[in-house]
């Protein structure tokens, strides 16, 4: 559709190590919620693979398990990084990727000028054990992060206002 924002959901992490497969599973439940206008890819630990993506859209979703020290950390975190080059530093710092995600961002940002808004949807996850299974309080979490993302894809999609025909008045 015409004006609308390129947007597309890219679930993070390793479908074999335990909770680590949320931004996965999440995606594989999202893909028939969503117009085929926004892709849902899942991405395995090499996050570099997400810079082309950066570049070719103007909102990214991404989903992923995080780790934290926190006692009191959400159970579903959601940061929307609409200045992404002054707010990288919100993200979360520990990865369980070989490069975490505030390095591709800044490195995407080096690359190209400019980010695009951003939104990290994360898990709060228990277990990173390569082969073992997703924990259930984690995989409890996925049905009100796939409504949430929904939601707010189509939302978004919503309040795009539509181009206006040249010679017509606004207002």
């Not at 931004?23 to 117009?35: A, M, N, Q």
């Not at 929307?80 to 710092?93: A, F, K, M, N, V």
């Amino acid at each position: 559709m015409p004006g609308q924002p390129a947007i597309a959901c890219i679930g993070l992490g390793r479908a074999y190590r335990g909770d680590d497969a949320v931004g996965h599973l999440v995606i594989r439940e999202l893909k028939p919620l969503l117009p085929a206008t926004v892709p849902c890819i899942p991405l395995n630990d090499d996050l570099t693979e997400l810079i082309p993506y950066l570049h070719q859209n103007d909102r990214i979703y991404l989903i992923d398990a995080y780790q934290s020290s926190t006692p009191d950390a959400p159970e579903i975190l959601r940061l929307e990084l609409t200045d992404p080059i002054r707010q990288i530093s919100s993200l979360p710092t520990v990865s369980s990727h070989t490069l975490s995600l505030k390095q591709i961002l800044q490195l995407a940002l080096e690359l190209h000028g400019s980010l695009p808004t951003i939104v990290f949807y994360g898990v709060l996850g228990r277990n990173f054990q390569m082969g073992d299974p997703i924990h259930p309080q984690v995989k409890a979490r996925i049905p009100e992060l796939v409504r949430q993302i929904s939601r707010d894809i189509q939302q978004q999609m919503l309040s795009v206002p539509h181009a206006a025909n040249p010679g017509e008045r606004c207002g």
